[in-house]
Every structure is written in structure tokens, then in C-alpha cells.
């Protein structure tokens, strides 16, 4: 049996172990296609291996769990299979809401007393490195004579799956070697060795985050003993898996030590990086012997396309005398950051313009292309061939910059006039994920994803997804693809963030929506003293490698910084994520955010607008006194203008208090257009430039700047809401309904589509679906009135007054309590037909200054009014 064969006999059988067995008979019969004698291979290895042989045990064990349905408090959903140390189920931890993994330890493991207290010992020596690329532990525990682990629940492809798949580039390979290295460097500083590093024990979730599993607990799982292990020595394919990413030292049976997992990262980088694994064979002899004593091919004569260093690095990694290895995962991971970032400086200069290779003796090894980067000594050393096959490159590289020169010097006008690489001009940034295992941080996770939004807004000719479009997505694992797809974006750009008391680490990839490749990837570890220049250098590196062009003004507007305060930014992060939750508590917690960050650093001119957008929304998302809190908003939106005047939210927070308000249209107009010459791109103020244009029946206008509104953010649904209402405003009501309609199935627990519905049907004449619909917008938000008033209104005219009028007395008994405007009540009173009744009730509104008011002009269920003078008068005070 030839090499080739041997290995994928190998990853069929890894591959099979993984599934569940009533699903092994439809994977066997896809993958091996009519290969009668493959199957038979796979099928006889399966069934003779250890997994499997301890089966009697773990069906006992599955019974009793299947019968019992929980493991301590955990309850079981389904088994996930078996390992050596035991059962695994997938199963739900319903104290916090979340799913874990748990492993059954077999009772021959339990019975050992010093082998379950060591076992015991390491999964708590684990469970404390709260590290991201580290399984982690949430417990160990027993239930009812039987031991247990339980561990958060990783749901994506083994490592081997991944290097079976084989499409990633090398950029994104090298990423997952790295967040591998990293957690190995965690866990051999915490004095903690693995043993059994291998791509059956790494898991690499759809984000591209990987997690290493079984820390401490390897080392332990001594199943197979005596005779057993001997006959498994010469069955062809046996456990020939893990005897591939041996060490020397182990497959010799010496003393191990930390460079045993370095020496294993190395294999498996060969293998993620090839395809193939450095030292095969037909038995697990054959391989032992083949780690002993063998050479593995260098990296670059499987693929010339490679970099030299790239052999460099692994063949260090692999070698057989562990004092001339790494000698620590640490050496490895700065080397591997090291080979990325000159892989992918390399790349950006072949995009660019041509560049001279770099001169032996800069970078690592004398040969990475380290532009940029601080020079650097390191262990590694260059064999002679290794320095004749560089030399030879050089070489080569010189033979291509001296034919570009020429070509230059024919035409070099039209050279540089194309394009040098693929500009992205579209992009959606997902909400980052907070990994930290703490939700007291979930703002910082969605203050830096809005950040970033922000930031790349303002790049020219980027499409940049907002806020709203993108966060739709929290919570749920999307492939990037459907997102591109969904979105229309070229790329998308996730984000995991990790903080761990003063440190704090950022994980982004950029991914190719078209076809789910990663474009670039980076870790940033920095401490939190250092978060508000982190966002300016994200926002920057994300441009450049979007290869977007930007001039020096346009650089500096994207990397503005608005504080120099950590704790200020940190602040107006919790303001923003509060005020979003649109609830009493969360709103007026965010005013507290703000107001302290206006404390500590007075300038501020962001957490000045943040505090404006606050006082707003009490009065539009809580329906409280407008002349309470409108001039704060009001005041705290000029402050921010006197601070920096070239800020276009400030403009638009000013926009919306003269037009809700002041009644100020000409001048609230000039701040939204002022908004808009500072930020074309800024949703918020096409939005609101709408409503005005609407509200004075501008009605092709105000569409028109929806559309723009939409643009970037199409799935917002209070936008969506919004024009629902300006296409009833402009005599459009099927129209209304139709967006209205798929307005339902963007948020169904939203009530504002629905109360615009009411009014839809009202002006179709169809009060019955009116009532319905005003009815369920009450449902999902009794606290406001706007529903109820076209519930009276359309009951009214339904010919059913006593209902109609049972609500106003409802709001009248209400208004003894709490703020309640007399725009509601005298629509009813309207809709009743008691013109008297509903001008003094909308003279009440007028001196509540209620901002509804300035529908007056459009609505149409006022339209029998308006040639009354005294509604004639209260719109002239309305500014019309």
C-alpha cells in the first residue's frame, strides 16, 4: 500500500471516529464512491479501534445517561462520541443558558484513585488559563457514582477536516499555527504539557477561532496496555494518527518536556501547509521509525511558490535533537508572527509597485522581508544550501525587477494607470464577539464594531454596511458568504475580542465574500490603557488592506481620535450601548455614562452628542415631558458644535432638536445638509433630512433621501417604519403596506410598523384591519400612545363610539399619573367628529411641546381641519 493511499485511508478513519455511528453508513458511502476495497479498510479500522473497543463500556454509560437524561445539571441532548477518556454528549447548562460538552470518565479511569485525582488536578490547572485558544473548563464533578468534565461546546471542523478541505492560503494557515502556538505558549507557562498535540485535538470553529482540547489530559488516557498495544504495533492504519506527530523522544520512550508540543506543532504545520504529513508509513512501526530517524522533505520542493523561510521555521520546529529546536512555544510564536507579516508585506508590495528584494541580513533568518519591522536576532540558521537556493532567488528577483524597469521605461505612463490590485468597495463589519466569558463587557465587544463602522464610513467610495444591518447577525454563527450574499458587501470583517483584567486582545479576519477565503487576519494584544489608539490603528490597517487610497486629510479624519482618556471612552462605549437598549433603565444609565465621560474630559465633543441622541430618545422611546428634556438635547448637541464644529453627528443632533422642537425647519435644515457636506454617508442625518422633507410635503424629496438612508443600512427597521408612513403622508398607501409588510418580518416584536399600518389602513378606508393593527402595536408596547390614538380614530369611524370613547377616558385617567399629550386624544375627538374637542386638546399638545405636532401638515387624518382658523393658527406656530 503505496503512501498516498495510506494517508487517506488515515483521514477517512479520523474523519469516520468523529461521527456519530447511525451516520457513518451515509459518510462512507459518499466519500469513498464505490471504492469497495477503501471501504472495507475504513470499515475493519473502525471497528478495531480503541475508540470502539471500549465500547461495551461507553454504551453502559450512554444508557444510563439516556436514561437519566442529565449529568449532574447538565441536561443531555445527544452524544457527540467517543474518546479514550470516555463518552462525550452535547448537553445544555440551563442555569446559565448555555451549551457545554461533557465527557463521562469510564469507571476503569474512576476506580483508579490517584489517576482521577491527577486527572481532577490538571482539568483545574487547565480551567484557570482563560486563554481563547484554550478549551475551557467549567467543571468537574460527579453524579451518581460516575465522574465528569464539562467544557464550553465548540461547534465547527476538527483540524483535520480543515487540512482534508485544503483551501485556505497560506496567510490563513499560518493564523491557525499562531493561535495554536499561543495557546501552547499559555499552558507550558502555567507548567502545563500537552502531550498529544494532533488535528483530531484542535478544533477550528466557522470564524476561523481555534481551540485546543484535552490541556493536561492526554497524558493520562493510558488505554491501551500489554498485549493490546503490541498487536496494534503491526495492524496496518492502527492509531497510526497520533504515532505521526510523536516526538523523537516519545516514540522512543524517553523523558518529555515542553519541546515534545512544539516538535508536534511542527508536524502539523508541515501537514496544514502541504497536505501531507512529514514521516508516513504503512504500520505504526513504520512510522515510529520514520520519526526517528528520517529526514521530511523540504516544504519548498513540494510547492516552489513557498518562501524559503517558511522551510526555515518548520524544519527548526522538527528537529530531531530537541536542544537545537524551539525551545520554547513562545520562540515559535514570534516567528511565526514574523513569517506572516513578511509573507503579507510581500503580497501588499507585489499589489503596489515593484520593490527590491530585501538584502540578506534584514529580518528573520537573514531572509524574511521584514519592511518596517524592528530588526532582530534569532536561533534559526541557514544551512549552505539553504543560503545558495536564497541566493538563487535574489537572483531571480533581480532578473524580474530589471525587466519591469524596462518595461517602464516603454510605457510606464500605462503601466501605472491600471489597477495594481483588487479594490474592496463594499463591506459589512460583523459584530465582534466578546470571548471573555463576561458579559459586564459585551459593550466593549459592540463599542469597538460601532467604532470601526464609524471610522470606515468615512472612507471615500467604501460602502460600509451600518450598524443595524450588521447586528442582526449578533448572537448566531453566519457564514460569511450568506452575509455577502445577504448584504451585497464584498467582504466581511469579524471581530473576537478577549479581555482578561488589564489586557486586552483583539482577533480580526477579513474575508472574501465571494468565495469564503480569508484576505488578511491579525491579533492585536494590547492593554486597555491603549484601547482608544487600538481603534485608530484597526481602522487604518483595515483601509490598507481593503487597498483603498486615501490623501493625508482623509487619513487623519479616519483615525481621529475624539479623547485621549481611556476611561472616557470607555464610559461613552457603555453610554452608546445603553441608550440602544431603548428602555427607561438603559437610557438614563446611559446619560449617567456620558455625563461622567463629560466629567473626566470636558472636550469631548462625542460624549457631548451622545448626550444629546440620550435626551432625545427618553422623549421618542419613552414618551416622557418633550419640554423637560428636548433643550438638554438641544444644549448638549451645541456644546458638542462649540468643541469641534467639522463633526457631522453633531450637526445632525442639532438638525433634530430645531425640527423637533424649535419648529426651526429652515434652520434645522441647514444643520442636516451641513451633516451631510461633512458625511455623505451618514444614515442618520438622510434619515431624519427625510423626515423633515416628508413632514413639509416634500414628498418626492423626502423618498428619494430614504433611499439614501437605506443604502447602507436596509434593514433597520425603524427606517423602514418611518417610510411606511411618509408613502401613507404622500397619498402612497398600498405602497405603505407593502414596505410596512416586510417591515413585520425584519422585527416582528417591533410596534411602531404596526401603528403605521393602523394609519395605512385607516386612509384605505379599512378600519376593522386598522383596529387589528393598532391593537397589536399596543401588545408589543402598552406603554405608548400612539396606537391608541388610532384605535379611537378608526372605532370611531366604524360607527363604534363607546369604545372610542372608553379610550379617551382611558388616556385622561392616565394623564393624572403620567405624561400623556393631547395629540392622541384629539385625533380620537377628530375622528369622533368633535372639531372643538380636538383643536383644545391639540392646543394642550402645543404646550407640551409635543414633536408629533409637526405632522400636522401631512397627515391625513387632519385634512378636515385645516380650514379651520384656529388649526390654521396652531400651524403657523408649528412653523408651517
Given at each position: 500500500m503505496n503512501s498516498q493511499r495510506r494517508q487517506q485511508i488515515d483521514r477517512l478513519l479520523a474523519s469516520a471516529l468523529d461521527r456519530d455511528p447511525e451516520d457513518r453508513t451515509a459518510f462512507l458511502d459518499q466519500v469513498c464512491d464505490g471504492d469497495e476495497e477503501l471501504r472495507r479498510e475504513v470499515e475493519s479500522l473502525v471497528a478495531n479501534n480503541p475508540r470502539i473497543l471500549v465500547g461495551g463500556e461507553a454504551t453502559q454509560l450512554l444508557e444510563k445517561v439516556t436514561t437519566d437524561r442529565t449529568i449532574g445539571p447538565y441536561q443531555v441532548i445527544r452524544s457527540l462520541g467517543a474518546g479514550g477518556m470516555g463518552q462525550v454528549y452535547l448537553a445544555r447548562d440551563e442555569r446559565l443558558k448555555r451549551f457545554v460538552a461533557v465527557k463521562v470518565i469510564p469507571e476503569h479511569h474512576a476506580e483508579d484513585a490517584d489517576r482521577l485525582r491527577r486527572f481532577r488536578r490538571e482539568a483545574l490547572a487547565v480551567s484557570a488559563l482563560n486563554h481563547p485558544n484554550i478549551l475551557t473548563v467549567y467543571e468537574v464533578g460527579s453524579f451518581e457514582g460516575g465522574d465528569f468534565i464539562a467544557t464550553e461546546f465548540v461547534d465547527g471542523q476538527t483540524l483535520g477536516a480543515i487540512i482534508e478541505n485544503g483551501k485556505k492560503s497560506l496567510q490563513a494557515k499560518l493564523d491557525t499555527v499562531i493561535q495554536i502556538a499561543s495557546a501552547l505558549a499559555a499552558a507550558h507557562t502555567a507548567g502545563i504539557i500537552h502531550r498529544d498535540i494532533k488535528p483530531a485535538n484542535i478544533m477550528v470553529r466557522d470564524d476561523g477561532l481555534v481551540k485546543v482540547l484535552d490541556f493536561g489530559i492526554a497524558k493520562h488516557s493510558d488505554l491501551l496496555e500489554g498485549a493490546a498495544q503490541e498487536s496494534l504495533l503491526t495492524t496496518p492504519g492502527t492509531v497510526v494518527g497520533t504515532a505521526a506527530y510523536m516526538s523523537p523522544e516519545q516514540a522512543r520512550g524517553l523523558s518529555t518536556d515542553a519541546r515534545t508540543d512544539i516538535w508536534s506543532l511542527g508536524v502539523i504545520t508541515y501537514e496544514l501547509i502541504s497536505g501531507r504529513r512529514p514521516f508516513d508509513g504503512d504500520t505504526m512501526?513504520?512510522?515510529?521509525?520514520a520519526v526517528i530517524e528520517r529526514q521530511p522533505q523540504k516544504l519548498t520542493e513540494l510547492d516552489s511558490t513557498l518562501p524559503p523561510d517558511v522551510d526555515t521555521l518548520v524544519l527548526k520546529a522538527l528537529n530531531k535533537n530537541?536542544?537545537?529546536?524551539?525551545?520554547?512555544?513562545d520562540q515559535l510564536l514570534t516567528d511565526l508572527k514574523v513569517l506572516k507579516k513578511s509573507i503579507e508585506s510581500s503580497e501588499e508590495q507585489m499589489l503596489t509597485a515593484p520593490q527590491q528584494p530585501a538584502p540578506l541580513g534584514s529580518g528573520l533568518a537573514n531572509g524574511f522581508l521584514t519592511d518596517g519591522l524592528p530588526e532582530r536576532r534569532t536561533a534559526i540558521d541557514l544551512t549552505s544550501d539553504e543560503k545558495s537556493q536564497r541566493l538563487k532567488t535574489y537572483q531571480r528577483a533581480g532578473l524580474v525587477v530589471l525587466l519591469i524597469l524596462i518595461i517602464i521605461g516603454i510605457g510606464g505612463y500605462f503601466y501605472f494607470r491600471k489597477p495594481t490590485g483588487k479594490t474592496i468597495e463594499s463591506i459589512a463589519v460583523m459584530p465582534f464577539i466578546n470571548e471573555s466569558g463576561n458579559s459586564e463587557i459585551e459593550y466593549l465587544a459592540d463599542g469597538m464594531t460601532d467604532s470601526l463602522i464609524n471610522s470606515l464610513s468615512q472612507v471615500p467610495n467604501l460602502s460600509v454596511k451600518a450598524r443595524t444591518s450588521v447586528f442582526r447577525y449578533k448572537g448566531k454563527d453566519v457564514?460569511?458568504?450568506?452575509v455577502g450574499s445577504e448584504l451585497s458587501v464584498q467582504a466581511v470583517l469579524n471581530g473576537r475580542v478577549v479581555k482578561h483584567d488589564d489586557d486586552l486582545t483583539l482577533y480580526l479576519?477579513?474575508?472574501?465574500?465571494?468565495?469564503?477565503?480569508?484576505i488578511w487576519g491579525d491579533r492585536y494584544e494590547r492593554k486597555m490603557s491603549q484601547l482608544v489608539t487600538l481603534q485608530s490603528e484597526i481602522a487604518r490597517d483595515v483601509s490598507q488592506k481593503l487597498r483603498v487610497r486615501l490623501s493625508g486629510a482623509e487619513e487623519k479624519k479616519l483615525t481621529k481620535d475624539y479623547t485621549a482618556n481611556v476611561e472616557a471612552y470607555q464610559l461613552y462605549l457603555r453610554g452608546r450601548f445603553n441608550i440602544l437598549k431603548l428602555t427607561p433603565d438603559g437610557i438614563n444609565e446611559g446619560i449617567a455614562c456620558f455625563q461622567n465621560a463629560i466629567a473626566i474630559d470636558?472636550?469631548?465633543a462625542l460624549a457631548h452628542v451622545g448626550l444629546s441622541d440620550a435626551y432625545r430618545s427618553i422623549v421618542m422611546s419613552t414618551e416622557k415631558q418633550p419640554e423637560l428634556f428636548l433643550p438638554r438635547s438641544k444644549a448638549a448637541a451645541q456644546k458638542a458644535l462649540e468643541i469641534d464644529d467639522s463633526l457631522a453627528d453633531a450637526?445632525?443632533?442639532?438638525?433634530?432638536t430645531?425640527?423637533?422642537?424649535d419648529w426651526n425647519w429652515t434652520a434645522s435644515e441647514n444643520q442636516f445638509k451641513r451633516a451631510l457636506e461633512l458625511d455623505p454617508k451618514s444614515a442618520n442625518a438622510h434619515l431624519f433630512y427625510s423626515h423633515l422633507l416628508s413632514n413639509t410635503g416634500r414628498h418626492t424629496e423626502a423618498l428619494a433621501e430614504m433611499r439614501r438612508a437605506l443604502e447602507p443600512d436596509p434593514f433597520v427597521p425603524f427606517s423602514n417604519a418611518l417610510q411606511g408612513q411618509f408613502l401613507v403622508n404622500a397619498g402612497q398607501s398600498d405602497e405603505a403596506l407593502a414596505v410596512l409588510q416586510k417591515t413585520f418580518l425584519l422585527a416582528p416584536g417591533f410596534w411602531i410598523p404596526h401603528a403605521f399600518a393602523a394609519s395605512a389602513y385607516i386612509e384605505k378606508g379599512m378600519f376593522e384591519k386598522a383596529v387589528a393593527e393598532a391593537r397589536r402595536a399596543t401588545e408589543l408596547s402598552p406603554a405608548q400612545t400612539t396606537s391608541l390614538a388610532y384605535e379611537g380614530y378608526a372605532l370611531a369611524k366604524l360607527g363604534r363610539l363607546d369604545e372610542?370613547?372608553?379610550i379617551i377616558s382611558k388616556l385622561i385617567v392616565l394623564s393624572k399619573t403620567s405624561f400623556v399629550s393631547g395629540l392622541p386624544i384629539a385625533m380620537i375627538y377628530n375622528g369622533l367628529g368633535d372639531k372643538n374637542k380636538a383643536i383644545e386638546y391639540l392646543e394642550q399638545a402645543m404646550q407640551q411641546h409635543d414633536p408629533k405636532l409637526t405632522f400636522l401638515k401631512v397627515d391625513p387624518k387632519w385634512k378636515n381641519l385645516r380650514d379651520d382658523p384656529r388649526f390654521q393658527d396652531l400651524m403657523r406656530r408649528v412653523g408651517f
Amino acid at each position: 500500500m503505496n503512501s498516498q493511499r495510506r494517508q487517506q485511508i488515515d483521514r477517512l478513519l479520523a474523519s469516520a471516529l468523529d461521527r456519530d455511528p447511525e451516520d457513518r453508513t451515509a459518510f462512507l458511502d459518499q466519500v469513498c464512491d464505490g471504492d469497495e476495497e477503501l471501504r472495507r479498510e475504513v470499515e475493519s479500522l473502525v471497528a478495531n479501534n480503541p475508540r470502539i473497543l471500549v465500547g461495551g463500556e461507553a454504551t453502559q454509560l450512554l444508557e444510563k445517561v439516556t436514561t437519566d437524561r442529565t449529568i449532574g445539571p447538565y441536561q443531555v441532548i445527544r452524544s457527540l462520541g467517543a474518546g479514550g477518556m470516555g463518552q462525550v454528549y452535547l448537553a445544555r447548562d440551563e442555569r446559565l443558558k448555555r451549551f457545554v460538552a461533557v465527557k463521562v470518565i469510564p469507571e476503569h479511569h474512576a476506580e483508579d484513585a490517584d489517576r482521577l485525582r491527577r486527572f481532577r488536578r490538571e482539568a483545574l490547572a487547565v480551567s484557570a488559563l482563560n486563554h481563547p485558544n484554550i478549551l475551557t473548563v467549567y467543571e468537574v464533578g460527579s453524579f451518581e457514582g460516575g465522574d465528569f468534565i464539562a467544557t464550553e461546546f465548540v461547534d465547527g471542523q476538527t483540524l483535520g477536516a480543515i487540512i482534508e478541505n485544503g483551501k485556505k492560503s497560506l496567510q490563513a494557515k499560518l493564523d491557525t499555527v499562531i493561535q495554536i502556538a499561543s495557546a501552547l505558549a499559555a499552558a507550558h507557562t502555567a507548567g502545563i504539557i500537552h502531550r498529544d498535540i494532533k488535528p483530531a485535538n484542535i478544533m477550528v470553529r466557522d470564524d476561523g477561532l481555534v481551540k485546543v482540547l484535552d490541556f493536561g489530559i492526554a497524558k493520562h488516557s493510558d488505554l491501551l496496555e500489554g498485549a493490546a498495544q503490541e498487536s496494534l504495533l503491526t495492524t496496518p492504519g492502527t492509531v497510526v494518527g497520533t504515532a505521526a506527530y510523536m516526538s523523537p523522544e516519545q516514540a522512543r520512550g524517553l523523558s518529555t518536556d515542553a519541546r515534545t508540543d512544539i516538535w508536534s506543532l511542527g508536524v502539523i504545520t508541515y501537514e496544514l501547509i502541504s497536505g501531507r504529513r512529514p514521516f508516513d508509513g504503512d504500520t505504526m512501526l513504520d512510522v515510529m521509525s520514520a520519526v526517528i530517524e528520517r529526514q521530511p522533505q523540504k516544504l519548498t520542493e513540494l510547492d516552489s511558490t513557498l518562501p524559503p523561510d517558511v522551510d526555515t521555521l518548520v524544519l527548526k520546529a522538527l528537529n530531531k535533537n530537541k536542544d537545537e529546536r524551539y525551545q520554547t512555544a513562545d520562540q515559535l510564536l514570534t516567528d511565526l508572527k514574523v513569517l506572516k507579516k513578511s509573507i503579507e508585506s510581500s503580497e501588499e508590495q507585489m499589489l503596489t509597485a515593484p520593490q527590491q528584494p530585501a538584502p540578506l541580513g534584514s529580518g528573520l533568518a537573514n531572509g524574511f522581508l521584514t519592511d518596517g519591522l524592528p530588526e532582530r536576532r534569532t536561533a534559526i540558521d541557514l544551512t549552505s544550501d539553504e543560503k545558495s537556493q536564497r541566493l538563487k532567488t535574489y537572483q531571480r528577483a533581480g532578473l524580474v525587477v530589471l525587466l519591469i524597469l524596462i518595461i517602464i521605461g516603454i510605457g510606464g505612463y500605462f503601466y501605472f494607470r491600471k489597477p495594481t490590485g483588487k479594490t474592496i468597495e463594499s463591506i459589512a463589519v460583523m459584530p465582534f464577539i466578546n470571548e471573555s466569558g463576561n458579559s459586564e463587557i459585551e459593550y466593549l465587544a459592540d463599542g469597538m464594531t460601532d467604532s470601526l463602522i464609524n471610522s470606515l464610513s468615512q472612507v471615500p467610495n467604501l460602502s460600509v454596511k451600518a450598524r443595524t444591518s450588521v447586528f442582526r447577525y449578533k448572537g448566531k454563527d453566519v457564514d460569511p458568504q450568506r452575509v455577502g450574499s445577504e448584504l451585497s458587501v464584498q467582504a466581511v470583517l469579524n471581530g473576537r475580542v478577549v479581555k482578561h483584567d488589564d489586557d486586552l486582545t483583539l482577533y480580526l479576519s477579513l474575508v472574501d465574500s465571494s468565495n469564503g477565503n480569508q484576505i488578511w487576519g491579525d491579533r492585536y494584544e494590547r492593554k486597555m490603557s491603549q484601547l482608544v489608539t487600538l481603534q485608530s490603528e484597526i481602522a487604518r490597517d483595515v483601509s490598507q488592506k481593503l487597498r483603498v487610497r486615501l490623501s493625508g486629510a482623509e487619513e487623519k479624519k479616519l483615525t481621529k481620535d475624539y479623547t485621549a482618556n481611556v476611561e472616557a471612552y470607555q464610559l461613552y462605549l457603555r453610554g452608546r450601548f445603553n441608550i440602544l437598549k431603548l428602555t427607561p433603565d438603559g437610557i438614563n444609565e446611559g446619560i449617567a455614562c456620558f455625563q461622567n465621560a463629560i466629567a473626566i474630559d470636558p472636550n469631548y465633543a462625542l460624549a457631548h452628542v451622545g448626550l444629546s441622541d440620550a435626551y432625545r430618545s427618553i422623549v421618542m422611546s419613552t414618551e416622557k415631558q418633550p419640554e423637560l428634556f428636548l433643550p438638554r438635547s438641544k444644549a448638549a448637541a451645541q456644546k458638542a458644535l462649540e468643541i469641534d464644529d467639522s463633526l457631522a453627528d453633531a450637526h445632525t443632533a442639532m438638525g433634530i432638536t430645531l425640527f423637533w422642537y424649535d419648529w426651526n425647519w429652515t434652520a434645522s435644515e441647514n444643520q442636516f445638509k451641513r451633516a451631510l457636506e461633512l458625511d455623505p454617508k451618514s444614515a442618520n442625518a438622510h434619515l431624519f433630512y427625510s423626515h423633515l422633507l416628508s413632514n413639509t410635503g416634500r414628498h418626492t424629496e423626502a423618498l428619494a433621501e430614504m433611499r439614501r438612508a437605506l443604502e447602507p443600512d436596509p434593514f433597520v427597521p425603524f427606517s423602514n417604519a418611518l417610510q411606511g408612513q411618509f408613502l401613507v403622508n404622500a397619498g402612497q398607501s398600498d405602497e405603505a403596506l407593502a414596505v410596512l409588510q416586510k417591515t413585520f418580518l425584519l422585527a416582528p416584536g417591533f410596534w411602531i410598523p404596526h401603528a403605521f399600518a393602523a394609519s395605512a389602513y385607516i386612509e384605505k378606508g379599512m378600519f376593522e384591519k386598522a383596529v387589528a393593527e393598532a391593537r397589536r402595536a399596543t401588545e408589543l408596547s402598552p406603554a405608548q400612545t400612539t396606537s391608541l390614538a388610532y384605535e379611537g380614530y378608526a372605532l370611531a369611524k366604524l360607527g363604534r363610539l363607546d369604545e372610542s370613547r372608553a379610550i379617551i377616558s382611558k388616556l385622561i385617567v392616565l394623564s393624572k399619573t403620567s405624561f400623556v399629550s393631547g395629540l392622541p386624544i384629539a385625533m380620537i375627538y377628530n375622528g369622533l367628529g368633535d372639531k372643538n374637542k380636538a383643536i383644545e386638546y391639540l392646543e394642550q399638545a402645543m404646550q407640551q411641546h409635543d414633536p408629533k405636532l409637526t405632522f400636522l401638515k401631512v397627515d391625513p387624518k387632519w385634512k378636515n381641519l385645516r380650514d379651520d382658523p384656529r388649526f390654521q393658527d396652531l400651524m403657523r406656530r408649528v412653523g408651517f
